[in-house]
């Protein structure tokens, strides 16, 4: 099953705070993020395995709670650039690449 | 390092015929996955191969194959298109069991 997403879009200005929410009906080992702009692939943001770790990235960090199956990404202090469609893949099994995507989170940061 | 190439880039076909899309991933990387994406459906994963093996598979019709040679590169076989097939095409490699690096996508049309 492919996790969900909210919100499915957010509209910021710069220098403001987002956060944007996975969730899963099925035991995850690892959630990834994705951030992906118009026309181009989806770039690699992080990945946070079993074990309930926070993870940063510049501005961008995230946090996953292995028991209530969620992930959470954090954008704070918002710059044009973090505009993209977010996604979360999700895995269940060290072994497994069996990616499962969210449909994507629009987020689009104004001057 | 050279990243993922897919090739080629666009693609129009009508329907009933067959198409064979091609990945090469990022040099070392053994697995390779494949993924649709449509503005309704976003990510929808269809295959992985690791080693040759296809380790994975997702809920897509037997018309969408795909195979793995011992270089890593990967060809994904639609056959009888639909005009539902019409889609961008990304396919991503990645050390066994870390981030996914996605290629350029090829953007198939189905008339």
């Known amino acids: 099953q492919q996790p969900v997403q909210s919100p499915q879009a957010v509209i910021l200005r710069e220098g403001e705070d987002a956060v944007i929410n996975c969730s899963s009906s099925?035991?995850?080992?690892?959630v990834h993020w994705y951030r992906q702009k118009h026309g181009e692939a989806p770039v690699f943001l992080m990945i946070l395995l079993k074990g309930g770790e926070q993870k940063g990235h510049e501005k961008i960090s995230a946090s996953f709670n292995e028991k209530k199956q969620q992930s959470s990404l954090y954008l704070t202090a918002s710059q044009l650039s973090y505009s993209g469609t977010y996604f979360c893949?999700?895995?269940?099994?060290?072994?497994?690449?069996?990616?499962?995507f969210g449909a994507g989170t629009r987020l689009t940061v104004k001057p | 390092k050279a990243g993922v190439t897919q090739t080629p880039r666009y693609l129009i076909k009508t329907r009933g015929q067959q198409v064979t899309l091609s990945c090469s991933p990022i040099s070392g990387h053994r697995s390779v996955s494949w993924y649709q994406q449509t503005p309704g459906q976003g990510l929808q994963f269809l295959f992985e191969?690791?080693?040759?093996?296809?380790?994975n598979k997702g809920n897509f019709p037997g018309r969408f194959s795909g195979r793995q040679f011992s270089n890593s590169r990967s060809e994904m076989n639609v056959s009888t298109l639909e005009l539902g097939d019409s889609a961008l095409y990304l396919c991503?490699?990645?050390?066994?069991?870390?981030?996914?690096?996605f290629g350029p996508g090829t953007r198939l049309t189905v008339l």
């Open positions: 893949g999700t895995s269940d099994s060290f072994y497994n690449n069996d990616m499962r």
């Open positions: 191969y690791f080693s040759e093996t296809q380790r």
């Open positions: 099925k035991a995850l080992y690892s």
């Open positions: 991503a490699s990645s050390l066994a069991f870390a981030e996914q690096f």
